[in-house]
């Protein structure tokens, strides 16, 4: 979803590099209550990993593709203020070293891809963590599924963008149809790989993925009475 | 249904020493863009597609940045398609992972705090 130069016209461009700037601010401040000596190598890992997860376009059918967004995926393992930065990194190395996303779009990008991406798939994993079972292995679904709301969620926010200052006259609501049904469809694929990732590291370092922490902290609290009634201490 | 009592083993027990889990991290993304990476599909991405069928494709121009030695996740210069997407996916990792981690190195908590 990476936008070139030239789709979007300056004023847009310069309001979405507001957002970005602002967003990565706030997100430098927010991740040092995420991040501590033991976590904080984490960032570097889940960043690197998103960039090459990100080359790995998967083919969607009628001769299009997709590709790992990766922000539920990094909100999940590190934390959402810590994620806006590892996609934020992302998008910058794309952009100067491989020409992937525009000079003059990376805002949009960061905005998209970072923010939106990021903070839309975390708000849903952290809606659909409350429902489910409180075990670390939840945390498998509930990020498949906050991965799957991310990719629409930033295509729809791209639709509003064009629709301010899209670059050429097409009628907004074919854009709209066309980008919210591709990327429901890659979302599919988002929340496979998504999925796959999260479930891995679950299952070997769970208290290293920031989003298991507050299950971690309830199968504690019962594993040390073991006689006590079930739920008792999560209910205190 | 949510009863404890039958997870009688800590699900917080590390397998793998923090050490070694970060190293198959490190290992398994270098084989992402350096081997998986070159079995990517070729085919334009959703954003492309539209871009191409609704009619704004057109606007497009090249990035500022077309002429870098690894534009388009290739290295100039290296003939060999695998090789070209390999050098330019490991060297893409390897800038990622120290700006990322030396970013987070720079704003952690100082300290290992248990929550």
């Known amino acids: 979803m990476h936008v070139p130069d030239g789709f979007l016209d300056a004023p847009t461009s310069i309001a979405t590099g507001v957002v970005a700037a602002a967003g990565i601010g706030l997100a430098l401040r927010g991740a040092r209550r995420e991040l501590d000596d033991r976590t904080a190598p984490m960032v570097g890992l889940v960043a690197a990993f998103v960039f090459a997860a990100q080359m790995v376009n998967f083919p969607v059918g009628a001769g299009t593709s997709g590709h790992l967004l990766g922000g539920a995926l990094a909100a999940v393992l590190v934390g959402p203020w810590s994620a806006v930065l590892c996609l934020s990194t992302v998008l910058l190395v794309q952009a100067l070293l491989m020409a992937d996303g525009g000079i003059t779009a990376l805002g949009t990008n960061v905005t998209l891809m970072g923010i939106v991406g990021v903070g839309a798939g975390y708000l849903v994993f952290v809606a659909v963590r409350a429902v489910l079972p409180r075990r670390p292995a939840m945390v498998v679904p509930a990020a498949a599924v906050g991965a799957f709301v991310s990719v629409p969620a930033a295509a729809a926010v791209f639709t509003l963008l064009f629709a301010v200052g899209g670059q050429a006259s097409v009628g907004i609501g074919d854009v709209a149809v066309a980008m919210l049904g591709w990327h429901t469809v890659i979302g599919l694929g988002e929340a496979a790989v998504t999925a796959l990732v999260v479930s891995a590291v679950v299952a070997t370092r769970p208290d290293l993925v920031h989003g298991a922490r507050p299950l971690l902290a309830a199968s504690t609290l019962e594993i040390r009475r073991p006689g006590a009634p079930a739920g008792a201490e999560v209910a205190g | ?115």
Request: proline letters at 4%; hydrophobic letters at 45%; aromatic letters at 6%.
């Open chain 2, 1 to 115: 249904m949510s009863t404890a009592t039958d997870t009688p083993t800590s699900p917080a027990r590390p397998r793998l020493s923090r050490g070694r889990f970060f190293a198959a991290v490190l290992v398994v993304t270098l084989l992402v863009a350096g081997g998986l990476s070159y079995l990517a599909s070729a085919h334009p991405d959703g954003l492309e597609h539209v871009a191409a069928t609704t009619g704004f494709g057109d606007t497009a121009r090249d990035s500022a940045t077309s002429g870098s030695p690894f534009a388009d996740y290739g290295t100039a210069g290296v003939d060999h398609a695998w090789l070209s997407g390999a050098i330019a996916g490991i060297v893409g990792v390897a800038v990622v992972l120290v700006l990322a981690g030396g970013l987070a190195l720079v704003v952690r908590r100082r300290g290992s705090a248990q929550d």
